[in-house]
């Protein structure tokens, strides 16, 4: 069977569909910014000589990853209707506009959608994010650590704790703590639509620069380890996995990228979506209307398919084993 690398498969239009009406849920909201946008990343001073640097609580997996649209209602089409997530709730500015809305992946894995994608020529990424289990032990940490964090963390307006720091690329990565009474604890067990094409975001990938500074952040501070890499050609690497510390979950970083297009980082800053079979996935994406390219297999061994949201961003569905072997490196047994 020919191996194919996923990523780099023909980008094309999404077809044109009728709109379809979701129902979003009715969410009481207070006239306050959400914790990761209300709280200024001023710097605290690391932890000098003699210091003690406090142990970094866990990091689980991917919480959500935040992308930015053109037009809402074509979104929701295909996050609502050929993926089959349900919106569950949105957020709305002081100002009563909308702000974002949550498709719901699982309990604990959303996609974001915000409707401010202002030109074709911008980058349809607005954030990745992390659970972690004590946000404010987290921040106290990456402080002690050098990084740049908020002052403070405040509930934000979903409930939850969370705050951002940036990345040696820049990319804006959130750390999400789940909060008794928020938004998502409220819905746990709820809003699992039996329509999901897969129930879980299985990794997330950004374009990086340079490796070595990007290990320094991800694997050195923040404990991430290296799971599966691999490239174009069995003598280079394009692809590294960086497995979340506590967890089975995974950043992708997508190197030797270099000008990239807006098209080209819809490729890159992509999400993928765990499925059991390929097949019952394609069947699910073409049965709802999407046209869909044939699946193959990456240069991971593993089968994917890529899919394509009206503004071009990359929702990638992959099985979770390799059916060849992979080249350059082993896939980690507990995948």
């Given at each position: 069977?020919?191996?194919h690398?996923?990523?780099?498969?023909q980008?094309?239009?999404?077809?044109?569909?009728?709109?379809?009406?979701?129902?979003?849920?009715?969410?009481?909201?207070l006239?306050?910014?959400?914790?990761?946008?209300a709280?200024?990343?001023?710097?605290?001073?690391?932890?000098?000589p003699?210091?003690?640097?406090?142990?970094?609580?866990?990091?689980?997996?991917?919480?959500?990853?935040?992308?930015?649209?053109?037009n809402?209602?074509?979104?929701?089409?295909?996050?609502?209707?050929?993926?089959?997530?349900?919106e569950?709730?949105?957020?709305?500015?002081?100002d009563?506009?909308l702000?974002?809305?949550?498709?719901?992946v699982?309990?604990?894995?959303?996609?974001?959608?915000?409707?401010?994608l202002?030109?074709?020529?911008?980058?349809?990424?607005?954030?990745?994010?992390?659970?972690?289990?004590?946000?404010?032990?987290?921040?106290?940490?990456l402080?002690?650590?050098?990084?740049?964090?908020?002052d403070?963390?405040?509930?934000?307006?979903?409930?939850?704790l969370?705050?951002?720091?940036?990345d040696?690329?820049?990319h804006?990565?959130?750390?999400?703590?789940?909060?008794?009474?928020?938004?998502?604890?409220?819905?746990?067990?709820?809003?699992?639509?039996?329509?999901?094409?897969?129930?879980?975001?299985?990794?997330?990938?950004?374009?990086?620069?340079?490796?070595?500074?990007?290990?320094?952040?991800?694997?050195?501070?923040?404990?991430?380890?290296?799971?599966?890499?691999?490239?174009?050609?069995?003598?280079?690497?394009?692809?590294?996995?960086m497995?979340?510390?506590?967890g089975?979950?995974?950043?992708?970083?997508?190197?030797?990228?270099?000008?990239?297009?807006?098209?080209?980082?819809?490729?890159?800053?992509?999400?993928?979506?765990?499925?059991?079979?390929?097949?019952a996935?394609?069947?699910?994406?073409?049965?709802?209307?999407?046209?869909?390219?044939?699946?193959?297999?990456?240069?991971?061994?593993?089968w994917?398919?890529?899919?394509?949201?009206?503004?071009?961003?990359?929702?990638?569905?992959?099985?979770?084993?390799?059916?060849q072997?992979?080249?350059?490196?082993?896939?980690?047994?507990?995948?």
């Amino acid at each position: 069977m020919k191996r194919h690398v996923s990523s780099r498969t023909q980008l094309k239009p999404f077809p044109a569909r009728t709109r379809l009406s979701v129902g979003l849920a009715a969410v009481a909201v207070l006239g306050m910014v959400i914790a990761m946008a209300a709280v200024s990343p001023t710097a605290i001073p690391p932890a000098g000589p003699g210091k003690t640097i406090p142990p970094r609580p866990p990091i689980l997996g991917v919480a959500h990853i935040g992308l930015k649209v053109d037009n809402l209602d074509a979104a929701r089409e295909f996050y609502g209707h050929v993926l089959g997530y349900q919106e569950v709730f949105k957020l709305n500015k002081p100002d009563g506009a909308l702000m974002l809305t949550y498709f719901k992946v699982n309990d604990h894995q959303y996609i974001e959608i915000f409707p401010t994608l202002k030109s074709p020529d911008e980058d349809r990424l607005s954030h990745i994010a992390f659970e972690t289990t004590d946000a404010g032990a987290l921040r106290g940490y990456l402080a002690a650590k050098g990084v740049k964090v908020p002052d403070q963390l405040e509930p934000g307006l979903d409930g939850n704790l969370s705050f951002m720091v940036a990345d040696p690329d820049g990319h804006e990565v959130e750390f999400v703590q789940y909060m008794p009474g928020s938004l998502h604890s409220r819905n746990f067990g709820k809003s699992l639509a039996a329509t999901r094409v897969s129930d879980h975001i299985q990794h997330v990938g950004v374009t990086v620069k340079d490796r070595s500074a990007a290990d320094k952040f991800y694997k050195e501070i923040l404990g991430f380890r290296l799971g599966w890499y691999g490239g174009r050609t069995d003598d280079r690497t394009d692809w590294v996995d960086m497995v979340v510390p506590d967890g089975k979950d995974w950043l992708e970083y997508m190197l030797n990228v270099n000008n990239p297009s807006a098209r080209q980082l819809g490729v890159m800053h992509h999400l993928s979506l765990r499925v059991p079979s390929i097949q019952a996935g394609l069947e699910s994406v073409t049965g709802r209307g999407y046209k869909a390219d044939q699946p193959k297999v990456g240069r991971d061994g593993k089968w994917q398919l890529n899919l394509y949201d009206p503004d071009l961003t990359r929702v990638e569905l992959m099985e979770p084993k390799p059916v060849q072997k992979p080249c350059c490196s082993p896939i980690p047994d507990w995948q």
